[in-house]
T-cell receptor
Framework: DGGITQSPKYLFRKEGQNVTLSCEQN?????MYWYRQDPGQGLRLIYY???????QKGDIAEGYSVSREKKESFPLTVTSAQKNPTAFYLC?????????????FGNGTRLTVT | GQNIDQPTEMTATEGAIVQINCTYQ??????LFWYQQHAGEAPTFLSY????GLEEKGRFSSFLSRSKGYSYLLLKELQMKDSASYLC?????????????FGAGTRLAVHP
């Protein structure tokens, strides 16, 4: 079955360490996204990519970095510069960016930084 | 500015009907989505409205009024498994990126 796989489901890190969250899709979608979800707030867009080797900052990109070397993969690195990294991170994809296709989401990675 | 408002929490009884409202203010409008999200899981797509009116899909229906910046999700014959958060998201903006803006979600608790 096609879908989006995020790993790991839970991740614990010490403050000051960079950490990379994995996101892989086999839906053959061009567009991929990273969102952050915090209690009481809507999903906020961190980065998105419309096509391989291209990505754009979202609303809260500071302290994060991404790469899109393959169509299937869109890893997110949470750097030590991110002031409040503890959150639930969701990766999503869609056939193309900006059309009326719904987003397909992965099951998320809950990151805890202490 | 751009804003989406939904009630934070709602409760309802198994077998009943519940309506979850969503109001929005966005620059531009290119469609409204409803997603269901169980705790700790991925949001899953429920419905999409781009024209005014009601879209029905089984027990779930979604309504849109673009002139009022208003939508609702109607859930009929509630089941315990419908206990979840319901996210309203609007695609708006202009230019090269059609931005998808999410509300904070409405947490629905269904009781026996």
């Amino acid at each position: 079955d096609g879908g989006i796989t995020q790993s790991p489901k839970y991740l614990f890190r010490k403050e000051g360490q960079n950490v990379t969250l994995s996101c892989e899709q086999n839906l053959n979608h061009d567009a991929m996204y990273w969102y952050r979800q915090d209690p009481g707030q809507g999903l906020r867009l961190i980065y998105y990519s419309q096509i391989v080797n291209d990505f754009q900052k979202g609303d809260i990109a500071e302290g994060y970095s991404v790469s899109r070397e393959k169509k299937e993969s869109f890893p997110l690195t949470v750097t030590s510069a991110q002031k409040n990294p503890t959150a639930f991170y969701l990766c999503a994809s869609s056939p193309r960016q900006g059309d009326n296709s719904p987003l397909h989401f992965g099951n998320g990675t809950r990151l805890t930084v202490t | 500015g751009q804003n989406i408002d939904q009630p934070t929490e709602m409760t309802a009884t198994e077998g009943a009907i519940v309506q979850i409202n969503c109001t929005y203010q966005t620059s531009g409008f290119n469609g409204l989505f409803w997603y269901q999200q169980h705790a700790g899981e991925a949001p899953t797509f429920l419905s999409y409205n781009v024209l005014d009116g009601l879209e029905e899909k089984g027990r779930f229906s979604s309504f849109l009024s673009r002139s009022k910046g208003y939508s609702y999700l109607l859930l009929k014959e509630l089941q315990m498994k419908d206990s979840a958060s319901y996210l309203c998201a609007v695609r708006g903006g202009s230019g090269g990126y059609n931005k998808l803006i999410f509300g904070a979600g409405t947490r629905l608790a269904v009781h026996p």
